[in-house]
T-cell receptor, first 117, second 112 residues
């Protein structure tokens, strides 16, 4: 089955630093990847849609200059949290769609638990 | 704006019981609906995907139904086992190119 690998699984950083999270599709090409975050006891919320070779599309209320997304290849998308603050502490998770098939299920990575101190 | 609600928020039942998890969504114009399970500290595992034109999907002991016009889906788990303990998430996709809108999930505990 389709596998999405996300790294790191956990990261603790100091306020003001930047953190990069990687999302890789291991056995398929992902033209589109999605980034979500989940605060405690809340539902997963879509942050942005990342398309290979083009700029990401951000959901309303998500700062594109703070959450930098790069999707330079068909198997890798990265999310960089710039100048992280404690309120950015959350569970971040990516998902990918196999190729260009809209009817395919979305596959998820294992997520990254970010703690900003 | 699409809103997805899952009921109940938590459920604890003895092993062997059949159970039903409910999901409702406010905008019936969906492309498809997907059920996931999430284990503590882990990512999401896709369980079933129902296209908007379908009424149900089955995989092993799991059966998911979709009533798009009324904005509802159910996940039926037969002969529950302790290994089924997890949080079950329902999510809908507005269009083929769109991401998912999730409910808050049902936290399920199956007692041995």
């Amino acid at each position: 089955g389709a596998v999405v690998s996300q790294h790191p699984s956990r990261v603790i950083c100091k306020s003001g630093t930047s953190v990069k999270i990687e999302c890789r599709s291991l056995d398929f090409q992902a033209t589109t990847m999605f980034w979500y975050r989940q605060f405690p006891k809340q539902s997963l919320m879509l942050m942005a849609t990342s398309n290979e070779g083009s700029k990401a599309t951000y959901e309303q209320g998500v700062e594109k200059d703070k959450f930098l997304i790069n999707h330079a290849s068909l198997t890798l998308s990265t999310l960089t949290v710039t100048s992280a603050h404690p309120e950015d502490s959350s569970f971040y998770i990516c998902s990918a769609r196999v190729g260009g098939s809209y009817n395919s299920p979305l596959h998820f990575g294992n997520g990254t638990r970010l703690t900003v101190t | 704006k699409q809103e997805v609600t899952q009921i109940p928020a938590a459920l604890s039942v003895p092993e062997g019981e059949n159970l039903v998890l409910n999901c409702s969504f406010t905008d019936s114009a969906i492309y498809n609906l997907q059920w996931f399970r999430q284990d503590p500290g882990k990512g999401l595992t896709s369980l079933l995907l129902i296209q908007s034109s379908q009424r149900e999907q089955t995989s092993g002991r799991l059966n998911a139904s979709l009533d798009k016009s009324s904005g509802r889906s159910t996940l039926y788990i037969a002969a529950s086992q302790p290994g089924d303990s997890a949080t079950y998430l329902c999510a809908v996709r507005r269009g083929g190119a769109d991401g998912l809108t999730f409910g808050k999930g049902t936290h399920l505990i199956i007692q041995p």
